[in-house]
T-cell receptor, first 112, second 111 residues
């Protein structure tokens, strides 16, 4: 079963614009991670935010986490055509389980 | 430093056949997890191996089995293939309680 649900399912923007993707989940978590996937290939880890953190930055990426609302957002600033990919949030459920539970992803298209 | 490597890249099988997929973890990693990703969906956890034993299992039938070798590499076996087993199979390696790094995947088509 899917734990996370990304929103929107698809997003199309122009190069230079910011892209915001949201993720909601159902149960308490240890961590929430964001991954990128190009053209149905392997997943690339972008950023991990722990349940006791509220915001984290990495380069052009900004992730927020609101555990009271069970939601997270990923902001990509100054997007580039190379950012075109599917983005997934993944959670590991609190209680010791280390399996990652993924949402269905947001397909981002950045037009040059 | 090689990352996670999976073989083969693509595979075509017919219903009822058996398939074995292989994964070599990133150097220094001792835990291997397998995921199935159907078209247009997020990856679904199959199972995780640590110290050559299945540590956790997702909601997959017994037709899906695995193995981890002393060098930490791993195999995923699927018996009695069904059309619905067509998917991208992803292997991820990690050290316990750390970030999982994914391979490029094996795309399995069942005809």
């Amino acid at each position: 079963s899917q734990q996370g649900e990304e929103d929107p399912q698809a997003l199309s923007i122009q190069e230079g614009e910011n892209a915001t993707m949201n993720c909601s989940y159902k149960t308490s978590i240890n961590n929430l991670q964001w991954y990128r996937q190009n053209s149905g290939r392997g997943l690339v880890h972008l950023i991990l935010i722990r349940s006791n953190e509220r915001e984290k930055h990495s380069g052009r990426l900004r992730v927020t986490l609101d555990t009271s609302k069970k939601s997270s957002s990923l902001l990509i600033t100054a997007s580039r055509a190379a950012d075109t990919a599917s983005y997934f949030c993944a959670t590991d459920v609190q209680g010791g389980s280390e399996k990652l539970v993924f949402g269905k992803g947001t397909k981002l298209t950045v037009n040059p | 430093d090689a990352g996670v490597t999976q073989s083969p890249t693509h595979l075509i099988k017919t219903r009822g056949q058996q398939v074995t997929l292989r994964c070599s973890p990133k150097s220094g990693h001792d835990t291997v997890s397998w995921y199935q990703q159907a078209l247009g969906q997020g990856p679904q956890f199959i199972f995780q191996y640590y110290e050559e034993e299945e540590r956790q299992r997702g909601n997959f039938p017994d037709r899906f089995s695995g193995h981890q070798f002393p060098n930490y590499s791993s195999e995923l076996n699927v018996n009695a293939l069904l059309l619905g087993d067509s998917a991208l199979y992803l292997c991820a390696s990690s050290t316990i309680k750390n970030i999982q790094y994914f391979g490029a995947g094996t795309r399995l088509s069942v005809l």
